[in-house]
C-alpha cells in the first residue's frame, strides 16, 4: 500500500538505456582530448602545471634519498631472487624511469621487493632445476644465464597481463583478498626469505630443495651443518683484516658488470612460459595489491587521489618495458616510499633523480661492491623482514574479531610455511573466496529521506515525494561490512554524502587563494581582507526565513485504516502535520543565482538543484519541478518554465515553509585552469559546509571484520578532520561486540551510537555546522593516512 501511494514507476524514473548511455559517451572535444591524454600520460599535466621554485628543490632530495636506499635493496634483492646481482640493479633503474612517465603517485618507488623477489625465486629455481640434469652450480655462467632469461620471461607477461588488466580496469579483484590474507601470507613467505638466507649469513652451505616440505628439509641442514657457524665467527674475527675470500672461502659478491646492457628479447625464458603461466598471474596480481595500498596511503596522506586503473597499466608497462633490459619482477617497497612521503616528494619527476643514482651506480660505483661479503646482502634481506615476523601476533586478534578471519590466517600461513609458498598460495586465495562467496556481495549503499506526510524513511532516489534533513545526510549500507566491500562502502558513502577529502582539498585551494588576494592587497597598501564567513565559521546569519522538516522527536508509526484495494483513493494515512521550525532557518541562505520569481510579493531565488521543492502554504503543499504552471490554495500562479529544478526561498512569510532542500552533485569534475585539479568554487564548499551530520543506518550490517571496523574507525577520523560528526544507528549487540574487541570505541565514542536512525537524526537537527580551526586545514596525519598496516611491513 505505501510502495503504491509512493513509489515511482519505470517510466517515471527515467533512467538512460544503454545505447542512450553510449550515445551520450561518444563525443570530442578538446577538454575530453586532454584529460583522456593526461590519463595516460600523467607526466605531461605534471610538466604543466609544475612550480620549478616550489618543487624542483623538494623533488631533487626526495628521489636522491630513495636512491640511496635503493642501492643496498638493489643488490640485496637480486640475490634473493635466485637471479644475478646487476638484475636486481637494473630493476631498481629501468621501472622506476617509466613510472615516471605513467604514474599518478609522487611518492611510489618502483623497484625490487622482497616478497615478489621471493616469488619469482620459486619460479626461476623450479624452471632451472628443470633445464639441468645434475647439481646446479651457481657459478657456472650458463646456469645464470638462464635463470636471468626466465627472470626475464616472467617480468615480460607480468607486464602484459597488468596492461590488460588496466585496460579492463579489473584492479577491482584484489578486493577479494583478505587483510588476514595478506597477513599471514606475507608473514610465511618472510620465514621463507629468512630461511633462505640463514645459510649466506651463518657462512654454510645446504642443499637447495624444491617442492613441498622444502622448509623442513632446509632447517634439518642448517642444524647439522650448525658447528661450522663457529669457524667461521673465530675465523672472521681472528682475521678482520684479512683476505676473506682466499683465506676463508667467504663467499663474496664478486665481479658486476658496468654500463647499460644491450635490450634483447627473453626467447630463450619465453619457450618455457607454459611453465609459469600461472605464477605470473599470481605475481602481477600481488603486484598490483600491494603497490596500490601503498600508492592510497601516500595519496590520503597528501591529499591527493591515484587513479587505480592507470596505476595497473603504470605497473604492467614497468615490468613490460624493463622485461628486454635484464629486469625482474618489480614492485613498490614500502621503505623506498614512505622516504619520499616522508620528504615531501610533489611529483613522479623526483624519480628521475632516483634514476640518475642508480645509473651511477650501474656505470661507475659496481665495481666497489666487488668484496662486499653475501652475507652482508643476506644480513640486509633478514633486518627488512622484521616487521613481517612481528605481524604473526595478529593470530589472536584476528580470533578475537572474526572466526573467518582466523580460518584464513591459519589455513594460508601454515600451507605456505610447511607446504610451499606457491601452494600456500592457492590455498589461502582459496578460502579467501570460499569466505566471500559465504558473505552477501553484491553490496549497496543509498541516500535516506523523510516522506512528505509519513515522515517514513525511505531511499531518497527511488520516493518522489521524499525529502532530506537540513544539515543532515542519512546513508543505509545494504550489505555485511568486510574486507570484499569495505572500500565500496566508503566509497559509496562519501559519494552519496560529502567527501571530506574533496572538502579538505577544497578548503587548502580556497586558503591559499585568499593569501595570494591578501598578499596582493597588502602590496597595494591595503589591509588584508578579513574572512569570517560560513564556510570556514559554519554559522548562519538570522533571518526570517523558516524551514520545515518533519518533527523527529514523536516520529509515529505509519497506521493504515483501511484495507486496500485497487483503488489507491480508499487508503487513508494518519500523518503528523509539517510546521514550521525556528531552529532551521536560513539553511539557503547566501546562494549566488541571481534569478529570481515572486512568491506572494516576495522573491525567491532558485540555483539549480537536483530536486523540486515543496512549498507549504496553510497546510497545502505545491511542488516546483520546473516547466509546469502550479496553483496555490491563495491562487497565486507560478510559472517556471525557465526555472532549474530545486530552488531556496529567500524572506518568505513566517507561515510558508519548505521540505524539500538542495542536493549537490559532488562528482562533478571540472579542471582548475591554475593547477589542473578539481576546481572548487565558494559556493560548492558553502554548500558542502551546510553538511553538519552524517548518520549511517548500520541496521542491515549483521556482520564485520577487520576490515569492516578499519574503515569506519577511518571515515571517523576523516569526518572529524573536516567538522562533520559521523553518528552510527542501529548497530545490533553482536555488530557492537566485535566493533568493542576491535579496538573501535577507542576512537569512535560510544555517544556516536544511537539506537535507530530516528533517534540520531532527532539528536542532530538541532545542531549546526562547527568552525573548521586554521590548523585543521592541514593534510591528513601518517596515523590518518596509514590504513593498511601490512603494506606498510613489507
Not at 589472536?396 to 600456500?424: A, E, H, M, P
Not at 516522506?451 to 550489505?479: A, Q
Not at 585568499?514 to 574572512?531: C, F, H, I, S, T
Request: glycine content about 6%.
Amino acid at each position: 500500500a505505501f510502495d503504491e501511494l509512493h513509489l515511482k514507476s519505470k517510466d517515471e524514473l527515467d533512467e538512460p538505456t544503454m545505447i542512450q548511455k553510449l550515445k551520450q559517451g561518444c563525443f570530442c572535444s578538446k577538454k575530453r582530448i586532454w584529460r583522456l591524454i593526461t590519463g595516460y600520460i600523467p607526466l605531461i599535466k605534471f610538466l604543466r602545471y609544475y612550480k620549478l621554485k616550489e618543487f624542483a628543490v623538494i623533488d631533487i632530495f626526495a628521489g636522491l634519498s630513495v636512491g640511496t636506499i635503493h642501492i643496498p635493496q638493489a643488490l640485496a634483492f637480486g640475490q634473493l631472487a635466485s637471479a644475478k646481482i646487476e638484475n636486481g640493479l637494473f630493476s631498481s633503474l629501468w621501472p622506476s624511469l617509466i613510472y615516471v612517465f605513467f604514474g599518478t603517485s609522487a611518492h611510489v618507488s618502483m623497484g625490487t621487493s622482497a616478497v615478489i623477489c621471493l616469488l619469482t625465486a620459486t619460479t626461476v629455481d623450479r624452471e632451472s632445476k628443470a633445464w639441468v640434469a645434475d647439481k646446479p652450480l651457481d657459478d657456472v655462467p650458463e646456469y645464470l644465464d638462464f635463470k636471468e632469461e626466465i627472470a626475464m620471461g616472467l617480468t615480460l607477461i607480468i607486464g602484459i597481463m597488468l596492461v590488460i588488466l588496466g585496460f579492463l580496469k579489473l584492479g577491482f579483484i584484489t578486493s577479494y583478498l583478505s587483510d588476514s590474507f595478506f597477513a599471514a601470507y606475507t608473514s610465511a613467505a618472510a620465514v621463507h626469505i629468512g630461511t633462505t638466507q640463514l645459510p649466506a649469513m651463518l657462512g654454510i652451505k645446504v642443499n637447495r630443495y624444491p617442492g613441498m616440505f622444502k622448509i623442513i628439509f632446509t632447517y634439518k641442514d642448517i642444524f647439522e651443518n650448525i658447528m661450522k657457524l663457529f669457524i667461521v665467527i673465530f675465523g672472521t674475527v681472528a682475521s678482520y683484516f684479512g683476505d676473506f675470500r682466499d683465506k676463508f672461502g667467504i663467499a663474496v659478491v664478486g665481479e658486476i658488470p658496468l654500463g647499460i646492457p644491450v635490450p634483447k628479447v627473453p626467447v630463450e625464458g619465453l619457450k618455457y612460459a607454459s611453465n609459469y603461466i600461472v605464477d605470473s598471474f599470481v605475481i602481477a596480481i600481488l603486484t598490483f595489491a600491494y603497490t596500490i595500498a601503498i600508492a592510497k596511503i601516500c595519496a590520503k596522506k597528501h591529499n591527493y587521489e591515484v587513479d587505480d586503473s592507470q596505476e595497473m597499466i603504470s605497473y604492467g608497462l614497468c615490468n613490460l618495458g624493463s622485461s628486454f633490459l635484464k629486469c625482474i619482477p618489480s614492485c613498490v617497497a614500502p621503505p623506498r616510499s614512505m622516504v619520499a612521503s616522508t620528504m615531501n616528494a610533489k611529483t613522479t619527476i623526483n624519480g628521475i633523480f632516483s634514476c640518475a643514482l642508480m645509473l651511477l651506480v650501474i656505470m661507475i660505483v659496481a665495481a666497489l661492491f666487488r668484496e662486499l661479503p653475501r652475507a652482508v646482502l643476506a644480513a640486509i634481506i633478514f633486518i627488512a623482514l622484521k616487521n613481517l615476523f612481528i605481524q604473526i601476533k595478529d593470530l589472536w586478534r584476528y580470533f578475537q574479531i572474526n572466526k573467518f578471519d582466523f580460518v584464513i590466517w591459519c589455513f594460508t600461513f601454515f600451507s605456505t610455511v610447511f607446504l610451499d609458498i606457491d601452494v600456500g598460495l592457492g590455498i589461502g586465495v582459496g578460502i579467501s573466496l570460499v569466505c566471500v562467496v559465504l558473505q552477501t556481495q553484491f553490496a549497496k549503499g543509498y541516500k535516506l529521506g523523510y516522506t512528505k506526510k509519513d515522515t517514513t524513511l525511505v531511499e531518497h532516489k527511488y520516493y518522489k515525494d521524499s525529502s532530506e534533513i537540513p544539515g543532515i545526510k542519512i546513508f543505509r549500507f545494504k550489505c555485511n561490512l568486510f574486507y570484499a566491500n569495505a572500500e565500496i562502502f566508503r566509497t559509496s558513502l562519501y559519494r552519496k554524502t560529502v567527501n571530506p577529502r574533496k572538502l579538505l582539498k577544497g578548503l587548502q585551494k580556497r586558503e591559499k587563494r585568499l593569501e595570494k588576494m591578501n598578499a596582493e592587497r597588502m602590496a597595494q597598501g591595503l589591509p588584508p581582507q578579513v574572512d569570517n564567513n560560513f564556510i570556514m565559521t559554519g554559522q548562519m546569519e538570522k533571518t526570517g526565513n523558516h524551514v520545515s522538516t518533519p518533527d523527529l522527536t514523536a516520529l509515529p508509526k505509519l497506521s493504515i485504516l483501511k484495507s486496500v484495494n485497487q483503488d489507491v483513493k480508499q487508503t487513508s494515512i494518519s500523518t503528523p502535520d509539517l510546521t514550521s521550525s525556528d531552529s532551521e532557518a536560513d539553511t539557503l541562505n547566501d546562494l549566488t543565482d541571481p534569478s529570481t520569481d515572486k512568491l506572494e510579493g516576495k522573491r525567491v531565488r532558485l540555483p539549480s538543484m537536483e530536486k523540486p521543492v515543496f512549498i507549504v502554504q496553510g497546510g497545502n503543499q505545491q511542488m516546483f519541478d520546473g516547466g509546469k504552471t502550479h496553483t496555490t490554495a491563495a491562487g497565486n500562479t507560478f510559472n517556471l518554465s525557465k526555472r532549474p529544478v530545486g530552488g531556496s526561498l529567500k524572506s518568505l512569510k513566517s507561515s510558508e515553509s519548505v521540505v524539500s532542500l538542495y542536493s549537490i552533485n559532488f562528482d562533478d569534475y571540472e579542471e582548475d585552469p591554475d593547477d589542473g585539479d578539481e576546481m572548487f568554487t565558494d559556493e560548492k564548499l558553502r554548500q558542502m559546509r551546510k553538511i553538519h551530520h552524517i548518520v549511517v543506518d548500520c541496521s542491515p550490517i549483521n556482520y564485520i571484520d577487520a576490515s569492516g571496523t578499519n574503515v569506519l574507525t577511518h571515515i571517523f577520523s576523516e569526518y572529524t578532520h573536516v567538522s562533520i560528526k559521523l553518528y552510527l544507528a542501529g548497530c545490533s549487540a553482536a555488530i557492537r561486540k566485535t566493533m568493542r574487541l576491535a579496538g573501535v570505541f577507542d576512537k569512535i565514542p560510544e555517544s556516536h551510537f544511537f539506537v535507530d536512525v530516528h533517534d540520531a537524526v532527532s539528536y542532530a537537527r538541532p545542531q549546526r555546522p562547527e568552525p573548521i580551526r586554521p590548523e585543521n586545514i592541514r593534510d591528513f596525519s601518517e596515523e590518518e593516512a596509514i590504513e593498511n598496516s601490512r603494506a606498510v611491513n613489507i
